[in-house]
């Protein structure tokens, strides 16, 4: 395991960094010219934006995907949160990606707001998601010497599920804000993140949930002043960028309560005992592990999971938290697509 260096980015020529025995050396990616030309891409006419069938036990659905740019070599599916979340709060990708020459594919995942939503509970589970995943992949035509999957929070422990069950179709993995243990996370947010509230708010908040009352507005007026902007995004409320107020806004709380619970301060529903720590070495494909210094999830576990992977790497942005790519960007962004690149250049095409 490593700790991820950052490199600069060109916006002109897409270059990436070689070092060998000999020094390093500059190599051209992608030219703006051939990154902006659909001419041969058969979504061109709706700019990108697929509907793609899924099968399902109930059915067939169709989930919502969206390609920006065009690149043979790094294609990137970006995993978002929630559950139930939309692929909406990822918008930020749009000022670092391009201008990396890096193809990237938007998805709500079943369920999600621009996804269909279908009313079935036997739905929501993680065999099912890793399921609608790979027929997205197929789909898409990602492929194992292009295709990278990066998961945020809930969307990277479906990529964790993702790599064990599919390892052989990934290039790279990217697992941002997720630590590979529900139990760990629910004990971090007891000892660590409600020992450092105030006293007064953490009671008032308890006595909503020991009621089940989750929908009064002052269950949320609390968690967004005295959480959120703590361990969410650490922005003022009234700043919060566009794209996550509609995430936000979108969510889906027939996904996200069964799953991740009704309480704000831990995992209650069906994936409370998820636990993969034991897995970890059975993911042997060059991963990328992302933690912050004020995340909901331990960034000391996170460091420990990119140490226990095969090939892990770790980036730290000490600035950040549970959207850290909002609130500490730069370092985010910048170790992430070094990282891309890096992966790209140990097999050169």
């Not at 990278?148 to 990529?159: C, D, I, P, T």
């Not at 290039?171 to 971090?188: C, E, F, H, Q, T």
């Not at 908040?205 to 269950?219: H, L, M, Q, V």
């Not at 892990?312 to 697509?337: K, N, R, T, W």
Request: proline content about 7%.
């Amino acid at each position: 395991m490593k700790n991820r260096i950052q490199l600069s980015i060109s916006t002109l020529m897409f270059i990436t960094l070689v070092s060998g025995c000999g020094g390093s050396e500059v190599r051209t990616v992608n030219p703006a010219a051939d990154y902006l030309d659909y001419a041969q891409r058969d979504d061109r006419l709706s700019g990108g934006v697929r509907l793609i069938p899924i099968a399902t036990p109930s059915g067939t659905y169709r989930v919502w995907t969206k390609r920006v740019g065009n690149s043979p070599r790094i294609k990137v599916l970006l995993l978002h949160g929630g559950p139930g979340m939309t692929h909406e709060y990822l918008e930020a990708f749009d000022s670092y990606f391009p201008a990396a020459g890096i193809e990237y594919y938007y998805y709500d995942q079943l369920g999600s707001f621009y996804s269909d939503q279908p009313d079935d509970p036997s739905l929501w589970t993680i065999d099912r998601f890793v399921d609608e995943v790979e027929q997205v992949r197929t789909a898409l035509g990602l492929e194992p010497d292009n295709f990278y999957l990066f998961g945020q929070s809930w969307g990277g422990m479906l990529a964790m599920e993702y790599a064990l069950a599919h390892g052989d179709k990934l290039k790279g993995l990217v697992i941002a804000n997720m630590m590979a243990s529900i139990p760990d996370y629910n004990d971090y947010a007891a000892n660590v993140l409600m020992a450092d509230m105030d006293p007064q708010v953490l009671a008032e908040i308890k006595a909503f949930e020991a009621d089940e009352d989750y929908a009064n507005p002052r269950y949320m007026e609390l968690l967004l002043n005295h959480h959120y902007v703590d361990h969410f995004l650490r922005m003022p409320l009234n700043e919060w960028p566009d794209p996550v107020n509609r995430a936000m806004a979108h969510m889906n709380p027939d996904v996200y309560i069964p799953l991740q619970g009704p309480s704000e301060l831990g995992a209650s529903g069906l994936l409370e005992n998820w636990d993969r720590t034991d897995d970890l070495a059975d993911i042997d494909v060059p991963t990328l592990v992302i933690g912050a210094g004020f995340d909901t999830m331990n960034p000391a576990h996170m460091q420990w999971m990119a140490s226990e992977l095969p090939q892990g790497e770790y980036l730290f942005c000490p600035d950040g938290s549970h959207l850290a790519m909002y609130d500490d960007q730069q370092v985010f962004f910048s170790g992430l697509i070094d990282f891309l690149l890096e992966v790209d250049a140990r097999d050169p095409q």
